[in-house]
């Protein structure tokens, strides 16, 4: 079959829609009154859509009106176009509002403390059922490179530092302790002083070395840096020597060969924050950030009731 030039049509959805509603009621004074106008102009938008088509769409022969062929299968394309137009407004308007479209996150799988950042991405997904999420599991420095490039729109990690064009807020915020192995002559202390440990072989992250060295009267004797807390607690676990880490560490790990001890005086660091770009914030960012908000008052709140009791 050997198709032709197809003529230039104005067809609007409005004229389909009016076409359709007399499909429905198959009677032009029922449809009239369910679109809020007169029989007349109804009719008449009808001739002219039959016009602009060059086909009939309804026989009008008999007592009542039925559809032509040609209206039947107009009347099932045109149900199709409409609903995708309704759907296609629905789903924009969603995503103007934050309500729908895609969110991409990075996490950095190797802090302990990444778990609350589940914990924030489930109260999400309960509260915008109809965003997509996708999540990668990258590493600080990745997601920092990864947010630069557009590629995700919001990271959880603890990266040393973080340029000018990325946002940040403080997720978990945590003291460290200190993981020994069994039988260390330090585990018969239930605290632990950090000028005591300093002599011992030490394990640190090399950035949180500086940050409680720097003013500190005596030279830490760091044996061996890493920034994995597991790996951190297999040097433990070998015999390399005392590991300094934040608490979560010691919840996420099932070893029975470490003991952990709290040093004081206590010293909290922060272990986890969420990353993103300060500019052109995306309606699914905005919504993100109002319920990483919302559930960072909640915890605060808690904090300070079990204060009060306390």
């Known amino acids: 079959m050997v198709v032709g030039t197809l003529p ?32 007349p102009p109804l009719s008449r938008q009808i001739q002219r859509l039959e016009s602009s088509l060059g086909v009939q769409l309804f026989d009008r022969s008999s007592a009542h009106i039925r559809l032509t062929e040609a209206g ?3 009347s099932e394309r045109a149900s199709v176009i409409v609903t995708q137009v309704n759907q296609s407004i629905q789903l924009t308007q969603m995503v103007a509002k934050g309500l729908a479209g895609q969110l991409i996150l990075g ?11 589940l914990v924030l991405i489930k109260a999400y997904r309960e509260n915008y059922p109809e965003i997509e999420v996708e999540i990668h599991e990258l590493s600080a420095q ?5 947010l630069s490039n557009e590629e995700i729109d919001i990271g959880f990690a603890n990266p040393q530092s973080v340029p000018d064009e990325v946002s940040t807020q403080i997720i978990v915020q945590e003291p ?7 039988g260390h002559y330090l585990t018969q202390q239930t605290q632990l002083r950090l000028i005591e440990i300093a002599s011992e072989p030490l394990i640190m992250d090399e950035t949180r ?8 009267q005596f030279i830490p004797r760091v044996v061996q840096h890493a920034s994995d807390s ?39 660091v922060i272990s986890l924050s969420a990353l993103w770009r300060r500019q052109e914030l995306k309606t699914t960012v905005t919504s993100f950030l109002n319920v990483l908000k919302s559930e960072y008052a909640n915890k605060t709140r808690q904090q300070d009731k079990v204060s009060v009791l306390r």
């Open 107 to 117: 996490i950095d799988s190797t802090i302990p403390s990444c778990d609350q950042a």
């Open 209 to 216: 070395t500086k940050t409680l060295f720097t003013s500190a």
């Open 72 to 74: 039947k299968i107009f």
């Open 176 to 182: 460290l302790v200190a993981a020994l192995p069994i």
């Open 142 to 146: 990745a997601q920092l490179t990864a």
């Open 8 to 39: 230039q049509i104005n067809l609007k959805v409005r004229h389909l829609q009016m076409f359709l509603t007399v499909v429905e009621e198959m009677n032009f004074s029922r449809a009239a009154e369910r679109l809020h106008m007169a029989q």
């Open 230 to 268: 597991r790996l951190m607690l297999s040097f433990v676990a070998s015999g390399m020597g005392i590991a300094i880490l934040p608490a979560s560490a010691q919840h996420h790990s099932s070893r029975t060969d470490l003991v952990y001890r709290a040093i004081e005086p206590s010293i909290n």
